[in-house]
């Protein structure tokens, strides 16, 4: 079977925080842009921070390096603490939409949702799923998959 393929969601604080204002999650906190890793850009960043998304190219160089972590953990396995959410990523173009998912999941604790925050709701679902098992039902969200699609109509490029 294919994997499904979405539109790409554009890395803009804009519409990553409209994003997750139309899945219920409120906006007590924001996405902002990070200048540089330099101290002086870095003070601009308000505080606190509970999530940093990094935007980078996906090179040979990358893949390479990729493919060798992931045989590394398959043959010796990986621990990560049981309070981390993680989910792969089994959908093209899907990439920011699943930050966005980790992010908000694993400072849940710091956010607060609507009531009726389809976010919220998947998050909790898939807590004790896998990785694999949270792939799959992130694939039968239609609630995500509508507001990502929405979502990556919006913004700089989405306009143009």
Not at 25 to 30: A, H, I, K, R
Not at 55 to 80: C, M, N, S, W
Not at 92 to 106: F, M, P
Not at 127 to 148: C, G, Q, W, Y
Request: aromatic share 8%; net charge negative.
């Amino acid at each position: 079977m294919q994997s499904q393929r979405w539109l790409p969601l554009e890395a803009n604080p804009e519409v990553m925080n409209q994003f997750l204002k139309q899945l219920g999650v409120c906006s007590t906190w924001q996405f902002v842009d990070v200048y540089g890793m330099e101290p002086e850009l870095l003070g601009m960043v308000p505080r606190p921070v509970c999530a940093v998304l990094l935007l980078f190219p996906v090179t040979e160089k990358y893949e390479l390096f990729r493919a060798e972590e992931e045989a590394k953990i398959k043959a010796h396995g990986q621990d990560v603490e049981s309070s981390v959410y993680f989910m792969t990523q089994t959908i093209r173009n899907a990439c920011g939409t699943i930050g966005l998912i980790h992010a908000v999941a694993n400072n849940k604790d710091k956010l607060t949702f609507e009531s009726d925050s389809a976010l919220k709701k998947f998050i909790e679902e898939s807590l004790l799923m896998n990785p694999e098992e949270r792939a799959k039902f992130l694939e039968k969200d239609e609630s995500i998959r509508v507001t990502h699609e929405s979502s990556a109509q919006e913004g700089q490029i989405g306009r143009a």
